[in-house]
T-cell receptor, first 112, second 116 residues
């Protein structure tokens, strides 16, 4: 069974204090790893897809990296508007039924 | 790009009422749509996969007669919670995946369902 574990569950940063969120995964064969941002009372907003180990993607202050066992979401010089819950999800290879498994998320709070 | 609209955003109704939630992909076609349920401090739990023109695939433990899914077109899926009870109160979120392979799911903004 595919598993996704995110850490920490919650993270409080001062504005400008860079940090990283972790997503460890177990999957029979990785088709893709996804990062989403979710604001309270809203649906997840797509950020990145990573397909293979060594791949990196960037968007503004966010950079996502991938190894064979985990992914990191690096946040550089965060701002209060980066406060949200960040979700990681994996999709396995094979079969016509491509279920995506989500982690519980990391709730990030950036303090001015 | 990739906008998914979910309606309504909030429903408050009496026990025994049936509630229909709509999910539309506005600028792309989606052969497959997904319905999730999310409880506070828990991950998104997949309820069912909605396939255009065929029956939905339900996850283990999800009652298909309780949660009726219809995917009548490439841009619309509906979830009907039949005879809703207080334990059905939750945050329901739909997503749609573009027909092109390896594209990520895009989510609606969710429906907060409160059954009194």
């Amino acid at each position: 069974e595919d598993q996704v574990t995110q850490s920490p569950e919650a993270l409080r940063l001062q504005e400008g204090e860079s940090s990283s969120l972790n997503c460890s995964y177990t999957v029979s064969g990785l088709r893709g790893l996804f990062w989403y941002r979710q604001d309270p009372g809203k649906g997840p907003e797509f950020l990145f897809t990573l397909y293979s180990a060594g791949e990196e993607k960037e968007k503004e202050r966010l950079k996502a990296t991938l190894t064979k066992k985990e992914s990191f979401l690096h946040i550089t010089a965060p701002k209060p508007e980066d406060s949200a819950t960040y979700l990681c999800a994996v999709q396995a290879v094979g079969g016509g039924y491509q279920k995506v498994t989500f982690g519980i998320g990391t709730k990030l709070q950036v303090i001015p | 790009g990739a906008v998914v609209s979910q309606h309504p955003s909030r429903v408050i109704c009496k026990s025994g009422t049936s509630v229909k939630i709509e999910c539309r992909s506005l600028d792309f076609q989606a052969t497959t749509m997904f319905w999730y349920r999310q409880f506070p401090k828990q991950s998104l739990m997949l309820m069912a996969t909605s396939n255009e023109g065929s029956k939905a695939t339900y996850e283990q433990g999800v009652e298909k007669d309780k949660f009726l899914i219809n995917h009548a077109s490439l841009t619309l899926s509906t979830l009907t919670v039949t005879s809703a009870h207080p334990e059905d109160s939750s945050f329901y979120i739909c997503s749609a995946r573009p027909t092109i392979n390896n594209q990520p799911q895009h989510f609606g903004d969710g429906t907060r369902l409160s059954i009194l």
